[in-house]
């Protein structure tokens, strides 16, 4: 069983900069792909980015193009989220989720398991 553990979230003001992490339980594949959805207030649940475990391959949402960068540590069991730019459009809870196969997909409902989520909120 797969437990992920978010943290980094907190208050920033607009153009600054946070770091998520997602740490993860139990042995990790190399046909995984990990991604981070956010879902703001009275929203639906959003795709970010997702990153494939063994081959690093990433996609991102156009939204946080150029602004977030996925990674991951594999010796740590650990994918990062790095936000520079943030605007306050990008206040949400921010959630990371993994599913036990390999493909950069957007969809929230093919990922099985999700982390508690953590709050980011930018504002002045």
């Known amino acids: 069983q797969v437990q992920l553990v978010e943290s980094g979230g907190g208050l920033v003001q607009p153009g600054g900069s946070l770091g998520l992490s997602c740490a993860a339980s139990g042995r990790i594949f190399s046909t995984y792909t990990m991604a981070w959805f956010r879902q703001a207030a009275g929203k639906e649940r959003e795709f970010v980015s997702a990153i494939t475990w063994g081959d690093s391959m990433t996609n991102s949402a156009d939204s946080v193009k150029g602004r977030f960068t996925i990674s991951r540590d594999n010796a740590k069991n650990t994918v990062y989220l790095q936000m520079n730019s943030l605007k306050p459009e990008d206040t949400a809870v921010y959630f990371c989720?993994?599913?036990?196969?390999?493909?950069?997909?957007?969809?929230?409902?093919?990922?099985?398991?999700w982390g508690q989520g953590t709050q980011v909120t930018v504002s002045s």
């Open positions: 989720a993994l599913k036990k196969t390999y493909g950069l997909l957007r969809s929230a409902s093919l990922y099985p398991y």
